[in-house]
């Protein structure tokens, strides 16, 4: 695996992560067993504002499913016919659809009216304290009934007839679904929130702007907001709704922009949905102005609209390379299948039921955890693309203070590297020494053997100094066939005696020609011990000096500087 690049762990723990949730979600859902419903639920040709005066009216039709209703958007009031049976017990008649707040109920009637409305259930007037966020109402009495529906959005509804406990089930169950997506939610803002300050990436902003706007939206679709405030008017929680929408819009155009550099990358799809800004502006001034069915066909083809630059954007940018767009692709393409459910039951098109009726916020769910994990994987990529950066960075400096033939040192780092030793040495009270050493005829051994046996004369030599010296002793490409051995902690007798062992070192291993044939190698070294006050350029110059001073006494030898003990013996012939 590469090195800083971890995100396989980290995408296992979130996929574990969200396949938990959605497991929780599922079974809180359905742990219950199904409620009794109304009997002979009957959809009445009757359109009216008030019940019709008829005991019987005119049926429609028959719908096959009393406890799942789904009849899409319509104009006018509609009117279901429906059936209660005998029950022990006070019991309530439920409609799961919040934004279903004008419902209102008739029982048959007497004394002449035939029909006579049924109050809904008050805010809190319920045992427990629940919340009635939803069309609530109380049926002691069994008999026939007439329910009225008129809004502006689709009337899809689960209808249900329970007992108190039932309700305070039913309630529960609601408030730990809508928790358990509250909380991923919460948690990928506020933790998206501090690497949106940490990094200084406006990608983030919008993500987070995102979630804010997806949050929103379903505080007002599930009526979570008349719990805080009960007096809530149904059409402001509407216009919220859909303002919702249009924030939701602008966020996700503006992360796809930035996460995808459209500006750069893809100027044709960045200009179309810059131009989406004003469609979303105009859903707004509607959703407060012209709310009714016409606002919500509107919305309706923004979000298809929406939705197809994001899968447009995502997909041509995975076809570009990007890699972070897979979790894009993945990220929409769970919102469009949770946004198509919303869409095709709020036209009728497919019954009402739970991935239907949840479809929408459980993709939303899965959307804004995949978008969390696109963001993670650019995170890790930009972190790996930082560190191959460094490392380059690094080999290129490294490079700079390197021969390009030998491999050692050269005379740019000596000339930082030795003042900084000097100093050292002058703070701490070390010793340091100085072995300046010179290849012996090497202008007559290129004249001889050529250049390119040369250059393999000087790594030959390096190669031979090395073995003597430590790992943290530089050694230093002076000039032509000079070389530099900065040593720390050494003296002038220390370095003499290293001097020594190189120079010997080289005498025992001649150097093999390429075209075959041996020659022997001699070096002459000179070794200078730097003394307190001196400076790094006149250490170097004593250095050279003895060095000068052995290759005029004769070569293959080692001289120590006068001023630090004197002369070496030449070596003793063998």
């Known amino acids: ?179 358990l997506y509250f909380g991923l939610v919460v948690g990928l803002a506020l933790y998206n929130g501090v690497l949106l300050f940490g990094l200084r990436d406006s990608s983030y902003l919008w993500y987070v702007g995102f979630l804010l706007g997806s949050a929103a939206y379903f505080l007002c679709q599930n009526g979570l907001l008349y719990r805080v405030f009960p007096g809530l008017d149904p059409a402001v929680n509407e216009a919220m709704m859909l303002t919702s929408l249009s924030w939701i819009s602008v966020c996700g155009l503006q992360f796809c922009r930035r996460f995808l550099w459209l500006q750069d990358e893809d100027p044709r799809v960045d200009r179309a949905m810059l131009m989406l800004w004003p469609v979303a502006a105009l859903g707004v001034v509607l959703a407060w102005e012209q709310p009714g069915h016409a606002t919500v066909v509107y919305f309706s083809v923004q979000g298809l609209l929406v939705l197809g630059l994001f899968l447009l954007s995502a997909g041509r940018a995975l076809g570009r390379g990007v890699r972070s767009a897979r979790w894009l692709l993945l990220a929409w393409s769970a919102l469009v299948a949770g946004s198509s459910t919303l869409l095709l039951v709020t036209y009728g098109l497919l019954p009402h039921g739970f991935w239907s009726h949840h479809g929408f916020q459980l993709g939303s769910a899965a959307e804004s955890v995949l978008l969390s994990l696109a963001l993670a994987d650019r995170i890790g990529q930009l972190q790996y693309e930082r560190q191959v950066l460094l490392a380059e960075q690094a080999k290129l400096h490294d490079m700079s203070y390197l021969d390009g033939l030998t491999g050692v040192y050269n005379r740019r780092y000596l000339d930082e590297a030795l003042p900084a030793a000097v100093i050292q040495a002058e703070g701490s009270g070390a010793p340091l020494s100085l072995i300046m ?99 790094a350029e006149e250490l170097i110059a004593r250095a050279d000096g003895a060095l000068y001073r052995g290759k005029d006494a004769g070569r293959d030898r080692v001289v120590l500087d006068g001023a630090s003990g004197g002369e070496s013996t030449p070596p003793v012939p063998g």
């Open 1 to 179: 695996m590469r090195k800083g690049w971890q995100p396989r762990g980290t995408r296992r723990l979130w996929a574990w992560g969200l396949g938990a949730w959605l497991a929780c979600c599922l079974v809180a859902t359905l742990h219950a067993a199904e409620p009794d419903a109304p009997q002979g639920l009957t959809l009445l040709t009757h359109a009216g504002e008030a019940p019709p005066m008829s005991a019987s009216p005119a049926p429609d039709r028959r719908l096959a499913d009393p406890r799942r209703v789904s009849l899409g958007l319509s104009p006018h009031p509609v009117w279901l016919r429906l059936s209660l049976p005998p029950r022990e017990g006070p019991a309530w008649l439920y409609l799961s659809n919040p934004l279903l707040k004008g419902t209102r109920l008739y029982r048959r009637g007497g004394g002449g009216a035939a029909w006579v409305e049924v109050d809904a259930a008050a805010p809190n007037s319920l045992s427990g304290g629940i919340p009635v966020s939803r069309p609530v109402f109380p049926v002691a009495t069994p008999g026939d009934y007439l329910l009225r529906l008129d809004s502006a959005q689709a009337l899809r509804f689960d209808l249900r007839l329970l007992e108190t406990g039932e309700l305070h089930r039913a309630w529960r169950d609601l408030m730990l679904g809508q928790g």
């Open 437 to 535: 050493l010179d290849l012996d005829n090497f202008k007559r051994f290129n004249d001889g053997w050529g250049h390119a046996e040369g250059d393999r004369a000087l790594q030959h030599l390096v190669r031979a100094t090395e073995t003597v010296i430590r790992d943290i002793d530089p050694v230093c490409r002076y000039g032509g066939e000079e070389f530099v051995i900065l040593l720390r902690e050494r003296d002038a007798s220390q370095a003499r005696e290293i001097a020594e062992r190189i120079r010997e070192e080289l005498v025992s291993r001649p150097l093999t020609l390429r075209g075959g044939g041996v020659v022997p190698l001699t070096c002459t070294l000179g070794v200078a011990g730097w003394r307190p006050g001196e400076s």
